[in-house]
């Protein structure tokens, strides 16, 4: 093969792996916001659909200064750590949001501190989640079930030829780690038995 030709399929691969690494992370980065689903749901809410509501009913039925709805996300983000940059209303469908933003708040983060602990200490879960991914943009690749002596020498085949590798197996071991970790070989860990081992992020 001439200079030219490996240059060319280096910078190929190359791309590959860039496009890939981007998959990737979309992939995970969706997997990450369904975890943080309820309270992202909850923020969105009471900021946009709450600072609407509230100008609409303070413009529409109260004597205050009107709002801009513009300035309502501020607004209602302001409330939420009691810092309102507004006059206190007299309107008692008005002062409602005063007391519920704080609650919201604190809901908020609380809820999103919980769904940080519990994947900060189930690590291997994360670890799991992110081998999934990283499967799910292979394409034309082999799949190994079992990663024992005689599936890590085939892996070590494969690579070797060149052919992409996704490991299956309901257990890991030092050795399997680092021949995966140097081949980067996803490994989804689970009965390859089960449908759902297979099921792979849209």
């Known amino acids: 093969m001439s200079e030219g030709r490996r240059a060319n399929t280096a910078r190929t691969q190359e791309r590959k792996g860039y496009l890939r690494s981007l998959r ?6 969706r997997a990450l916001v369904r975890e943080f689903r309820r309270p992202l749901f909850v923020f969105f809410l009471s900021v946009f659909l709450g600072g609407y509501l ?3 009913l303070n413009n529409g039925f109260s004597s205050n ?8 996300p501020y607004i209602m983000l302001a409330l939420m750590v009691l810092e309102a940059p507004i006059e206190v209303p007299a309107e008692a469908y008005l002062i409602l949001f005063w007391y519920l933003q704080p609650v919201l708040a604190v809901y908020i983060v609380g809820q999103g501190a919980v769904n940080f602990v519990r994947l900060f200490f189930m690590r291997d879960q994360r670890r799991s989640a992110w081998e999934v991914a990283v499967a799910s943009t292979y394409r034309r690749h082999v799949i190994v079930v079992g990663i024992g002596h005689v599936g890590l020498r085939i892996i070590r085949e494969l690579l070797q030829m060149g052919i992409e590798v996704v490991a299956v197996d309901l257990h890991t071991s030092e050795e399997a780690d680092a ?7 996803p490994l989804i860990l689970g009965d390859a ?3 759902s081992s297979w099921k792979m992020p849209a």
């Open 24 to 29: 990737v992370i979309w992939h995970d980065t």
């Open 54 to 56: 509230y100008a609409y």
């Open 65 to 72: 200064d009107p709002l801009e709805l513009i300035d309502m």
């Open 179 to 185: 021949v995966l970790r140097e081949g980067n070989v």
């Open 193 to 195: 038995a089960l449908k």
